[in-house]
T-cell receptor, first 113, second 114 residues
């Protein structure tokens, strides 16, 4: 079946530190992979996505590369800001299961000045 | 566009009462999803619709939960009777068949059952 496993939090970093949040997946077909972000009190927002192997998604300084050989989609940012404090969700969507998304459990990030 | 709209934003009720959560998807979107978020279980898909038709309701926890989508611009999630373990944030999301990879989430309804 389809599932996503992501690094447990919470993660606390100082401003300008390097961020990595690990995400691995299992899928029966050819999934698209996503990172969604949830700011306090809000719904989830799409941060970036990659639809096939070796694609790199990027947005707002965040990057993630679709690695089929390691079934991973790790989120990285070179220099985090206080405004990046949020919960980050890794997710996959497999067209063989319609438009259904499978989300990880979320990783809480707090960036301190 | 106003985005996905959910109401109410907060709901506090007593055990045994009926609760109705409402969602207006983005105009023109074909898919609508209901999720539940708790600290213990994370984000769970409850049910989703395609063109107002329920496609997969396997995530609905039990018969106390029901969802309807009478038209393309409105959906409800009803809990009857409610229980304290139903306390959670309930999200509605919608997506377009032409862009199935992006789901647009509403702000959520925080439900507290006393």
């Amino acid at each position: 079946g389809n599932s996503v496993t992501q690094m447990e939090g919470p993660v606390t970093l100082s401003e300008e530190a390097f961020l990595t949040i690990n995400c691995t997946y299992t899928a029966t077909g050819y999934p698209s992979l996503f990172w969604y972000v949830q700011y306090p009190g809000e719904g989830l927002q799409l941060l970036l996505k990659a639809t096939k192997a070796d694609d790199k998604g990027s947005n707002k300084g965040f990057e993630a590369t679709y690695r089929k050989e390691t079934t991973s989609f790790h989120l990285e940012k070179g220099s985090v800001q206080v405004s990046d404090s949020a919960v980050y969700f890794c997710a996959l969507s497999d067209r063989y299961t319609g438009n259904q998304f499978y989300f990880g459990t979320g990783t809480s990030l707090t960036v301190i000045p | 566009d106003a985005g996905v709209i959910q109401s109410p934003r907060h709901e506090v009720t007593e055990m045994g009462q009926e609760v109705t959560l409402r969602c207006k998807p983005i105009s023109g979107h074909d898919y609508l999803f209901w999720y539940r978020q708790t600290m213990m279980r994370g984000l769970e898909l409850l049910i989703y619709f395609n063109n107002n038709v329920p496609i997969d309701d396997s995530g609905m926890p039990e018969d106390r939960f029901s969802a309807k989508m009478p038209n393309a611009s409105f959906s409800t999630l009803k809990i009857q009777p409610s229980e304290p373990r139903d306390s959670a944030v309930y999200f509605c999301a919608s997506s377009l068949v032409g862009d199935p990879d992006t789901q647009y989430f509403g702000p959520g309804t925080r439900l507290t059952v006393l």
